[in-house]
């Protein structure tokens, strides 16, 4: 009969009701030692070093060991040189070197220690038995430590570190437990000898373990969090080490020989041992003599003993310190023959075998605190201390411990590698990875959004409260700038690529091309860490930019996961080079021209992110997809500016971005639904198709339009298996209502009703949150791009893909523009967007009422795109004037037009009429380029009562410049003054003021 775990037990083990917090390093060690004052004669300072250069020596160590700040060292030959320099320059610490034939070092010190008590003092002197003699004959009043030079240049390192240790071992243990060892010894000495090779050994540990460190920055800071070493010269000193710091102390290392109460006792070590052996049965304790009958009372108390007379000392007690304190490989043992299984070299390799380690053996290292001790001597704190509190005796069985290990390793490398860029590492690379880099460039624009969204998951700690519906960011490795730079040169690809040639034309150019070849190993890495669909985005240098977003100009491919690695690779280098070929589209270079950007100047990032979502048959797609912003310009009823506003669908979020209708609620007024008001709205103006994935694409050649191979599908495609039922609302025809929830038969209706108004998930609470934090981390109004996955009805993820600012320009008008007489304008709204006022427009384009035909909205596009280049030729600007919605990628809901094509509209409006009514495109990224470029934006729907005006007869019966079947350009002498009141959300268009003949 298997024994069973108390539940109590598993319960308070439970590590998902356990939250790490990251170790914030950059606390630690925060004094330094900077400056040292050495007192000594230039013949002394020579001996230090074989030519004198102390300076360069000490730089030197500090740089083989990854140190950074060494100190400056400034040399003087007697006292009063000395208190000059103290009193006109700081010093953190003084060392003086005494001559023999000069006394008064001892007075200069207890001179230097009155007036400065807060710099540390330190006497080196050359090893002999006269100079121990002197020693003991001197006032040491004004000395902190003695040191014996014997010819070690790394001795001078150990003083420094010791002091400094000294320094800040108080707050860094309290900050985040970092642990000591301590080294109980009077002999001058031997501990000027032990003190080196200790700090040599420690320093050179942590360099090996901060290599676990994700990037460059961070390995310097983790060196931080390496273990203090105390130095105690007595058994008093020794037991306040240990009351203080005994619960973050890796080991102990101890001479037999010491004063106890100011008298020399030859077994002070013995009582030192039993002492705190009573305190903690598992704390390794070494013993270092140079008389071997002390050898037993080491077995008396479980210790290591290495005899001092040994001419491999210094190498055995390397490997004791190594074997016992927690350093170098973690080797599993056999309890009972004693015997290595196998050893593990660090947190991956654990992880990995933590399954594999017998019961007794894993019973025996956890009894005995080596599982925190390995976690401890790498600064991983909070591992350490989470293991260091499980009493093992509780567990009935090995395999409950087991798992709590395994789980809390998976949780701290999610926690590290969350909000983190990490240098991407082949050996390195896994599941539980989530943002790296590959190349030393720029991460571009969308890159960085990305890296700053995984640092906002992992500070503001209320975004994941809810255990079922975590808050976090999709598996990203972001291919740098450089990367980029050298496909293009490598390629000969820029003579192509600026070229006048057809879009297609370049795409087959740049896929005919070859990127670096080392990148085929990391994309086989990156393929075994995910099992979902890749995305491949554009994120340029200029894109997302805090004020000049190139939203939505480049392209973004997926590809379908497939078993073919070689396959995947094919695939996603295909999907890489479309992207790099998209800097150089027509349209691109258009956006270019229109932002006054040049083309050559703009390099280009490619993010790879898993896809959010699940495989429902041959399709891939997410549950929700939306875009929210902190600002609301759109408020009805009770909302405000700045409760946000949220636009979401279901399916993959290409249906928002091309401007579809989605559902648009206010995160704090999620029941407040305008088109779920009516039946008549919830059945015309909600989504109706949804976006997914083909599985089966990967035949499919790459296109120039990057949404190939993804399939607008109806709703019906959904009902057959997939979250449908989560989001949807069903239509009952026979009684005319719609019924929250999924149900058999009857039309379904879009509503996220479950989740936004019976609480199935913390939805708009979430929203809220992001964007709250989101526009408080960027100190302007934000946009963020996101997706949730529905895995089953009490289990759902929620992704941020994206964070970008949104820009707004500053309020110049203060007049109120209710008073402005309607007769002297051409449009007013009460709907507008943007701030500021504009007098250099003196052209007006409109799509006319009477001539409109939905049908026709692809040729009304492509005339205002000729009509748009004529303006951007003359570098002037107009106001445009159409029904519908401007930018949508269906030509039934408005004039299907990209930004390049209306780049010189100073306002776009979008006109309601009586049978054509659309609601206006917030939500997309077209929309988002508008209001960076600071386009007014007016919403006029003149057949409904106090919403808008617009004079189009007096256009009319104006003389067009330019006109169509379906447009007109009306050209005025005199300038059309724009007014746009954002605060106020209100814009008008002035007739022009005839000019005085």
Not at 282 to 292: D, G, L, V
Not at 634 to 658: C, H, Q, R, S, T
Request: aromatic share 12%; glycine share 6%; proline share 4%.
């Amino acid at each position: 009969m298997k024994l069973k775990t108390p539940g109590s037990v598993v319960k308070a083990h439970d590590i998902n009701r356990f939250r790490f917090r990251d170790t914030p390093f950059v606390k630690l060690m925060n004094k330094r030692i900077y400056n040292i004052l050495m007192v000594a004669s230039r013949y002394d300072m020579f001996i230090l070093e074989d030519d004198g250069r102390v300076d360069e020596q000490i730089f030197n160590e500090y740089t083989s060991l990854n140190l950074r700040y060494p100190p400056r060292f400034t040399q003087v030959g007697n006292s009063k040189e000395a208190l000059a320099e103290l009193k006109q320059n700081h010093y953190e610490l003084i060392i003086c070197m005494p001559n023999m034939d000069n006394s008064d070092t001892f007075d200069l010190a207890k001179q230097m220690k009155a007036r400065y008590p807060d710099i540390p003092v330190v006497l080196l002197t050359p090893f002999s038995k006269a100079v121990t003699q002197s020693l003991g004959k001197s006032d040491l009043s004004g000395i902190d430590y003695v040191f014996s030079w014997l010819g070690d240049t790394d001795l001078l390192l150990a003083i420094i570190k010791i002091i400094e240790d000294r320094m800040n071992v108080e707050h860094d243990v309290k900050t985040v437990g970092v642990q000591t060892v301590m080294l109980v010894e009077d002999s001058v000495r031997f501990y000027s000898s032990a003190l080196p090779l200790l700090y040599k050994f420690v320093l050179s540990e942590s360099k090996e373990f901060s290599k676990e460190a994700l990037n460059d920055h961070l390995r310097m800071l983790r060196m931080r969090g390496r273990p203090k070493i105390l130095l105690a010269r007595d058994y008093e000193e020794a037991v306040t080490y240990y009351k203080k710091y005994g619960d973050n102390m890796l080991g102990v290392i101890s001479d037999m020989s010491f004063n106890v109460d100011g008298e020399k006792d030859k077994v002070a070590g013995k009582r030192l041992g039993e002492w705190i052996r009573k305190k903690d049965r598992s704390i390794p304790i070494i013993y270092t003599s140079s008389e071997s009958d002390n050898r037993q009372y080491a077995a008396a108390v479980d210790a290591v003993f290495i005899d001092k007379n040994s001419k491999t000392f210094p190498q055995d007690l390397r490997r004791a310190i190594k074997e016992n304190l927690g350093f170098g490989d973690f080797i599993i043992t056999d309890p009972n023959t004693k015997q290595e299984i196998f050893r593990i070299k660090n947190l991956k390799e654990l992880q990995m075998n933590i399954r594999n380690i017998p019961d007794d053996a894993l019973y025996y290292h956890l009894s005995r605190n080596h599982f925190s001790r390995f976690f401890y001597s790498r600064a991983m704190f909070p591992v350490a201390e989470m293991l260091k509190k499980i009493d093992v005796s509780e567990y009935a069985n090995m395999h409950d411990a087991r798992e709590l290990i395994y789980a809390t390793i998976v949780q701290y490398r999610r926690m590290k590698n969350t909000g983190v860029v990490a240098v991407f590492e082949k050996d390195r690379f896994d599941q539980y990875s989530n943002f790296a880099r590959i190349g030393e460039g720029s991460l571009g624009g969308k890159g960085r959004g990305l890296a700053f969204i995984g640092y906002m998951v992992k500070t503001h700690l209320e975004l994941n409260n809810n255990h079922n519906f975590p808050v976090t960011t999709p598996k990203t490795v972001v291919l740098c700038t450089d990367i980029f730079d050298e496909f293009m040169e490598a390629n000969n690809l820029y003579p192509v690529a600026l070229s006048e040639l057809e879009d297609e034309m370049i795409l087959k150019h740049f896929l005919a091309a070859k990127l670096p070849k080392r990148l085929v190993s990391d994309f086989l890495v990156f393929f075994e860490a995910i099992e979902t669909p890749i995305a491949i985005r554009s994120s340029s240098l200029l894109e997302d930019s805090q004020y000049q977003p190139f939203a939505g100009i480049y392209s973004t491919y997926m590809i379908p996961y497939v078993n073919d690695k070689y396959e995947m690779v094919r695939l996603l280098s295909n999907a890489i080079k479309a992207v790099y070929a998209s800097v150089f589209y027509k349209d691109s270079k258009a956006y270019m021209a229109a932002t006054q950007n040049l083309i050559d100047q703009e390099k280009m990032a490619i993010v790879l992110q898993e896809v959010v979502g699940s495989q429902y048959g041959n399709l891939f797609y997410p549950a929700i997809s939306g875009v929210a912003r902190s600002l609301n310009y759109y408020p009805i009823g009770n909302e405000k500016p700045e409760d946000g506003i949220v636009n979401m669908a279901f399916g993959l979020g290409k249906y928002i971005v091309d401007g579809n209708t989605g559902l648009r609620f206010s995160p704090l007024h999620a029941s407040n639904i305008l088109q779920l008001s009516s039946l008549d709205l919830a059945l015309s103006d909600t989504q109706t198709r949804f976006y997914a994935l083909d599985l089966h694409s990967e035949i499919k050649d790459f296109m120039v339009d990057d949404g190939f191979n993804l399939l607008k599908l109806r709703l019906k495609e959904a009902e057959k298996e997939g979250p449908l039922r989560y989001v949807a609302s069903t239509y009952d025809p026979q009684d005319q209502l719609i019924r929250d929830g999924y149900y058999e038969g009857g039309r379904k209706i879009i509503s996220f009703a479950n989740i936004l108004q019976h609480g199935m998930f913390p939805m708009s609470e979430i929203l809220d949150k992001i964007l709250r934090a989101g526009q408080k981390e960027m100190g302007r109004p934000v946009e963020i791009e996101f997706a949730v996955d529905i895995t089953e009805q009490q289990f759902a993820s929620f992704y941020v893909l994206q964070i970008r600012p949104i820009v707004d320009n500053k309020e110049v008008v203060h007049e109120n523009l209710d008073e402005v007489a309607q007769a002297n304008t051409i449009l007013f709204s009460k709907n507008a967007l943007g701030n500021g006022i504009s007098n250099d427009v003196h052209d007006v384009v409109y799509v006319k009422t009477t001539a409109f035909n939905a049908s026709k909205n692809s040729l009304i596009a492509r005339e205002i795109e000729s009509l748009n280049s004529r303006f951007a030729a003359d570098g002037t600007n107009y106001v445009l004037v159409g029904p519908g919605r401007w930018g949508s990628s269906d030509p039934w809901l408005g004039v299907p037009v990209k930004w390049p094509h209306i780049s010189q509209a100073r306002v776009i409006v979008e006109s309601g009429m009586e049978n054509y009514r659309i609601e206006p495109s917030q939500g997309t990224h077209f929309f988002q380029n508008l209001t960076s470029f600071g386009v007014g934006y007016f919403t006029v729907n003149p057949f409904a009562e106090n919403d808008g005006f617009f004079d189009e007869e007096f256009l009319n019966a104006q003389s067009a410049v330019y006109e169509t079947e379906f447009i007109r350009q009306v050209h005025f002498e005199q300038p059309v003054i724009i007014k746009i009141n954002g605060k106020k959300r209100m814009g008008v268009v002035m007739k022009p003021i005839p000019s005085k003949e």
